[in-house]
């Protein structure tokens, strides 16, 4: 079954704790993404990556991380750094010379 | 100025009419425009996408391109109840970052 894979589908943070979220792709595609969206808002970025150990910040990346170790992984750390972390996370995947982007089913975090 | 604009609606359309959505962007070297449509609580999923100026047609959506007005339109014949969405347009800067506006929510009335 081909695809994006994100987990987990809802995860909460306690303050002062970071948290991790999973994405994973089978698609064999060398650009993958990571967007916040917040209610009613469009997609931020906050971090992507080209290739394999190599990943630029968006628009966004204060409080959060990245590491891009294998073309098929791409996790996300948010951080106790990030102070207004609830939102929908959404992982992309991109190939081609058009790249065009797909999107994994997103995580939802909240704080508790 | 953002540099992808669009309405945020909601856009309301009866069944069986046109819905048109339209999205203007400030980079002039913008090469790549695309579409998506966002139901309430999922992922966005790819609708359109069109490169040249012009129009382009897949089955009920069109997508339509100026380049030297610097906007992109979508399309939506025969609207049909399960087409109410937000729709996103995105452009593409550069090579391979994404730039989102913040969508247009369509609701299409039975």
């Known amino acids: 079954d081909g695809g994006i894979t994100q987990s987990p589908k809802y995860l909460f943070r306690k303050e002062g704790q970071n948290v991790t979220l999973s994405c994973e792709q089978n698609l064999n595609h060398d650009a993958m993404y990571w967007y916040r969206q917040d209610p009613g808002q469009g997609l931020r970025l906050i971090y992507y990556s080209q290739i394999v150990n190599d990943f630029q910040k968006g628009d966004i990346a204060e409080g959060y991380s990245v590491s891009r170790e294998k073309k098929e992984s791409f996790p996300l750390t948010v951080t106790s750094a990030q102070k207004n972390p609830t939102a929908f996370y959404l992982c992309a995947t991109a190939q081609g010379a058009k790249n065009i982007q797909y999107f994994g089913a997103g995580t939802r975090l909240s704080v508790l | 100025q953002k540099e992808v604009e669009q309405n945020s609606g909601p856009l309301s359309v009866p069944e069986g009419a046109i819905a048109s959505l339209n999205c203007t962007y400030s980079d002039r070297g913008s090469q790549s425009f695309f579409w998506y449509r966002q139901y309430s609580g999922k992922s966005p999923e790819l609708i359109m996408f069109?490169?040249?100026?012009g129009d382009k047609e897949d089955g009920r959506f069109t997508a339509q391109l100026n380049k030297a007005s610097q906007y992109v339109s979508l399309l939506i014949r025969d609207s049909q109840p399960s087409d109410s969405a937000t729709y996103l347009c995105a452009v593409i800067l550069g090579t391979y970052k994404y730039i989102f506006g913040t969508g247009t929510r369509l609701k299409v009335l039975a």
């Open positions: 069109i490169y040249s100026n």
